[in-house]
């Protein structure tokens, strides 16, 4: 199922461990995975804008998916 569009920027990322976090505009705090990074790259630099969408995860929680730098 496919989530809405969201504007926002990284604001935290473990390369050991592949996972972050994004921010959206609206203050919003989303965490992903680097396999959800669109362009196929395992990492993405704490400030860098993107646009992402959010869904419910494989444990019911709301995460970002299909996460594209900008």
Not at 29 to 41: K, L, Q, R, V
Not at 43 to 53: E, I, L, M, N, P
């Amino acid at each position: 199922m496919r989530g809405s569009l969201h504007l926002g920027v990284v604001s935290a990322f473990d390369d050991a461990r592949g996972l972050g976090t994004v921010t959206d505009d609206a203050a919003s705090a989303w965490p992903f995975h680097c396999t959800e990074i669109a362009d196929g790259t395992r990492s993405v630099d704490v400030g860098r804008r993107v646009a992402f969408d959010v869904v419910a995860g494989h444990l019911g929680r709301m995460e970002a998916v299909r996460v594209t730098k900008l």
